[in-house]
Each structure stands twice: as structure tokens, then as C-alpha cells.
């Protein structure tokens, strides 16, 4: 996680897997004790979409990335039918509940906003959690009985400290390139939200070089950060098959890569994981995937 920074994370499953795709022998029972302690957080960060990230990652980059998100949060609110003196009152609530009674569950949030005389039905409620994420107020904490809870977020992550934007820019672009290089200033702007304004402060020289031997075999989960970490992902995902790994409708696909390209997806399928490959793969590539099959029920069994 430090090198990676960020991991798209609306499917924790998902999230899981592109871990374990960057370590050796984590287990998902691992990353979970961390989520647990609070050494791994969610939040909605990068692209106002859920992330995970390392608890020290997390107060900075709400810093940077909170302001872009708050217009468009407002404007959903307000389709949603939720008045900006509610949507107050509603992270007001929240933090209340959180200080006396947290962690509580989505569901339990909406009754007492509901009680409040707040609307919550439809995306209302999801938009509420959302702004008071934004705000600093909550975060999300561990679940409870497979249901993700909500937490305060100056108990679960400390006191926030003073960020420094400049240096938070810089520490946001050393590190995505530390993990996507080569890249330019539009694909970290694409990756994080953040203006072009921003990302174009990167150091002259400081995109990398391509690397010179290809990645191995890697059974990648969906939305894995390799198929996100770049605007334009044709280097990865050819493009006559590029329907198969993203169909629209915000969906990419697990895929199975090899010499760093999609050469197929994969699917759990009555408890085996199933390879569809673009077209006949090599044997020792197709070896070296079975291995990686055979290291994903490790994952999740171990």
C-alpha cells in the first residue's frame, strides 16, 4: 500500500485482490485485521470514488481532494431533494451519533436522520455519508456482521494536523509515480480528480521510464489500479478486446494479464476460478496463471 497508494475500493473484495497481486503471502483474513485496527481505511477519495488506503494516507488526501468534490455533492443533495440547511444538520446528526454511540451502520444513520424530519430515501442518505465523509466528520470503520459501519474520524484517526497543499501535491505525485510511471500530467489528473493546474506541477523528467522487462502473469480482480491508473489504457487492454474488459456501464472486469496485457477475464464459477482467454495463451503462461488461480484460494482460504 505505500507504493501503490490507493486502491479503488467500492468492491472490498476486489480491493483484497489487488493486494495480495502485490505482495506475498498476505492472506485476506490479514488485510482484514488491518481494516479492523484502523491501519487501513475506506474512504471516498480519488475521483470522489471509494479508496483504500493506509491510515497516515488518509487525512492528506481528503485535504487535496475534498474541495473538488464538495459542488458536486451539493448538486446531488439538491436533486435528491435534501435543502443545504438539512444536509447541516444531517452531518450534525451524524457526528452526534458517532460521538455517543459509533460505530453504527448505515441503517442505523438514516433512522435517526429520518427521526430529524431528513430525507434519506432514494441516493439521499448515501449523498448525506458522502458530504459528511467530505467534512472530516466520518469515515468508514470495520464492519459488523458483514454490514460496514460508519466511525468518528478524529477517534478512529486521530486528531486531524495542519496539511500543507504544495507538499501534498508533491507527495501525491512522487508517490503515483512511484506506482504508474511512465505518466503524464493528465493521466494523474484522470487517477485523482484533481485540475490539471495541479498535477501539471510534477518536476520536469520526473514521468520514468518504461520498464524494461515485462510484469509477470497476474490474475488481476476487478478494478484492479492497473486498468485505472492511467487515462488512456490501450498499453494494457487491446483494443479489439476492450468491450470484454470494460462493457460500460462504470464495469472492468477481472482480467488475466500476460507481458502486462489483458489476454483474457476470470470468473468465480461454483467455487473455481474460471480463465476466458482472448485467444490461445502460451503453456507456460497458462501454467503460470493456474499458479495464480491456486495462490488466490490461498488468499482467501488462509
Not at 483484497?16 to 491501519?39: C, K, M
Not at 477519495?45 to 471509494?50: E, H, I, S
Not at 457526528?95 to 448505515?106: D, I, K, M, Q, V
Not at 466520518?138 to 496539511?163: H, M, S, Y
Amino acid at each position: 500500500m505505500q507504493r501503490v497508494l490507493a486502491v479503488q475500493a467500492q468492491d472490498l473484495r476486489a480491493a483484497r485482490l489487488a493486494i495480495r497481486a502485490r505482495t506475498r503471502g498476505v492472506t485476506a483474513a490479514e488485510v482484514d485485521r488491518l481494516l479492523a485496527d484502523g491501519s487501513l481505511v475506506v474512504g471516498w477519495l480519488l475521483r470522489g470514488t471509494l479508496h483504500l488506503v493506509l491510515a497516515e494516507d488518509y487525512r492528506w488526501l481528503l485535504t487535496l481532494t475534498a474541495p473538488t468534490r464538495l459542488a458536486t455533492n451539493r448538486r446531488r443533495l439538491g436533486q435528491e431533494g435534501v435543502s443545504p440547511d438539512d444536509a447541516e444538520r444531517a452531518v450534525a446528526t451524524v457526528e452526534l451519533a458517532l460521538t455517543e454511540s459509533g460505530p453504527l451502520t448505515r441503517g442505523e444513520l438514516a433512522t435517526l436522520l429520518a427521526a430529524e424530519g431528513i430525507r434519506t430515501e432514494g441516493q439521499a442518505m448515501h449523498h448525506l455519508l458522502v458530504l459528511a465523509a467530505l467534512r472530516g466528520v466520518a469515515v468508514l470503520g470495520p464492519p459488523r456482521d458483514d454490514r460496514q459501519t460508519f466511525v468518528l474520524a478524529r477517534d478512529w484517526l486521530g486528531p486531524p494536523k495542519p496539511v500543507d497543499r504544495d507538499a501534498a501535491v508533491a507527495e501525491l505525485g512522487r508517490r503515483y509515480l512511484a506506482a504508474h510511471a511512465p505518466a503524464t500530467p493528465a493521466d494523474l489528473a484522470r487517477w485523482s480528480g484533481l485540475p490539471l493546474y495541479d498535477t501539471r506541477r510534477l518536476p520536469a523528467g520526473s514521468l520514468g521510464p518504461p520498464p524494461a522487462v515485462p510484469p509477470p502473469p497476474r490474475l488481476l480482480g476487478a478494478f484492479d489500479p492497473y486498468l485505472l491508473g492511467w487515462k488512456d489504457r490501450s498499453f494494457a487492454v487491446p483494443a479489439e478486446h476492450a468491450h470484454r474488459v470494460h462493457p460500460g456501464g462504470g464495469v472492468l472486469r477481472a482480467i488475466a494479464a500476460v507481458d502486462g496485457e489483458a489476454a483474457g477475464t476470470w470468473a468465480r464459477r461454483g467455487g473455481r476460478i474460471e480463465i476466458e482467454p482472448f485467444s490461445l495463451l502460451r503453456p507456460g503462461d497458462e501454467r503460470a496463471l493456474a499458479a495464480e488461480a491456486e495462490d488466490i484460494r490461498r488468499f482467501e482460504v488462509g
